[in-house]
Structure formats: structure tokens, C-alpha cells
């Protein structure tokens, strides 16, 4: 079975540093990996995904992740964190390309960035 | 780009009644999948509805409390059923194109 750890509750990161939002998965077979992020009172806003090639991936906002096979990771990074980023960000994991498939997610992780 | 709207976006209802929530996606797609998400938790996949078909649900989750419909490729529905407090959650959908979720519907029973 499938599934998805983000090993920190709450994440605090002054304006201006970088930031990481950790993600761990556990899959059978390929994993097929996805950030998302939910404003408050916000539905859930796709920010990017990991099929196959190149492992740094990049996606809105400035976001980036970078898969890591041998240490079955994919977290989250922006260079420079802005106030607005503050949010809740979920990571997901599917084991099917084909999207017959649901999607498995992480408990969350809360983002908050400090001026 | 797929585009996915929720009705109601929210309500308020009262202990023992029913609500639908209407899932319409703007292209046909196979399969739509219906999420919770409790007061601050993640999303827990309801079950997974494919045209044509009964919908799969996943431990947990039974058909008589989380009926669903899908009359068509664009078209579903959920109803949260004899609704409790403990049902108060955002409900979701979403469908085979992973990066789209409806905006949600924010359900709260008093």
C-alpha cells in the first residue's frame, strides 16, 4: 500500500530564507508525486509533480521539489520564502500513471512565514 | 486545463438531515473521486466513482451514509447522509487529471 509522511506539523521560516517542507513516501512500485497547497477558506491549489526525468522539478509560485529515490523523499523548497506562502502544504503520492488511481496524502504540513 | 465546480460551497445544516453535493467537471473524464477533509486534517479518499457503475468505496466509508452518483462523464454527486456533527468536513472532488480539485464544500452540522 501506498503512503505518504510529512514528519513536521508546523514549519517557521523567516522572509527571505529559503524553505524546506519535508516529504517521505513508500510505494510498491513508481511513485508519481505531488505537492499541493490550501489557503485558509481555500480549496486545494496543484503547485507541481514528479513523473520521471529530471528529479528537481519545478512548479508555481516559485516552488520547487526534488525527488530523491534512495532516500524515498520529495521534499519542498523556494530559495526565498515570502509572507503570502504562509499556508498549508499536503503532499501526495499515486502508484499509477494512469490516474485510475486515487490520490494518497500526507497529514499536512503548516507553513508559517515570519516578516 | 480541466475546470471543476462544488455546489453548495457551503451549508450549515442541522443533525439528522441529508445534504447532496454537486461535482460538475467542465470535459469528460473517467473516474472522480470524492475527499474529506476533517477541522484540521489532511484529505481521506471517500470513494471513487466511474461512469456506469457502482462506486468503490474505501474502508471506512458505506454506500447507505455516502451514497454517490455519476449519471455521466462530467457529472457527480455525494450525499453526506442522516448527517451528525461529526461529518462537519470540507468535502471534495476530483478526478483522473490529478492536479484539479473542485474549490470544495464546506459542510458544518450543528
Known amino acids: 500500500a501506498q503512503s505518504v509522511a510529512q514528519p513536521e506539523d508546523q514549519v517557521n521560516v523567516a522572509e527571505g530564507n529559503p524553505l524546506t517542507v519535508k516529504c517521505t513516501y513508500s510505494v510498491s512500485g513508481n511513485p508519481y508525486l505531488f505537492w499541493y497547497v490550501q489557503y485558509p477558506n481555500r480549496g486545494l491549489q496543484f503547485l507541481l509533480k514528479y513523473i520521471t526525468g529530471d528529479n528537481l522539478v519545478k512548479g508555481s509560485y516559485g516552488f520547487e521539489a526534488e525527488f530523491n529515490k534512495s532516500q524515498t523523499s520529495f521534499h519542498l523548497k523556494k530559495p526565498s520564502a515570502l509572507v503570502s506562502d504562509s499556508a498549508l502544504y499536503f503532499c501526495?503520492?499515486?502508484?499509477?500513471?494512469?490516474?485510475?488511481?486515487?490520490?494518497?496524502f500526507g497529514k499536512g504540513t503548516r507553513l508559517s512565514v515570519i516578516a | 486545463s480541466a475546470v471543476i465546480s462544488q455546489k453548495p460551497s457551503r451549508d450549515i445544516c442541522q443533525r439528522g438531515t441529508s445534504l447532496t453535493i454537486q461535482c460538475q467537471v467542465d470535459s469528460q473524464v473517467t473516474m472522480m473521486f470524492w475527499y474529506r477533509q476533517q477541522p484540521g486534517q489532511s484529505l481521506t479518499l471517500i470513494a471513487t466513482?466511474?461512469?456506469?457503475?457502482?462506486?468503490?468505496?474505501e474502508s471506512g466509508f458505506v454506500i447507505d451514509k455516502f451514497p454517490i452518483s455519476r449519471p455521466n462523464l462530467t457529472f457527480s454527486t455525494l450525499t453526506v447522509s442522516n448527517m451528525s456533527p461529526e461529518d462537519s468536513s470540507i468535502y471534495l472532488c476530483?478526478?483522473?487529471?490529478?492536479?484539479?480539485f473542485g474549490p470544495g464544500t464546506r459542510l458544518t452540522v450543528l
Open positions: 466513482a466511474n461512469q456506469g457503475s457502482e462506486a468503490t468505496y
Open positions: 501526495a503520492v499515486r502508484e499509477s500513471l494512469s490516474g485510475n488511481t486515487p490520490l494518497v
Open positions: 476530483s478526478t483522473d487529471r490529478e492536479q484539479f
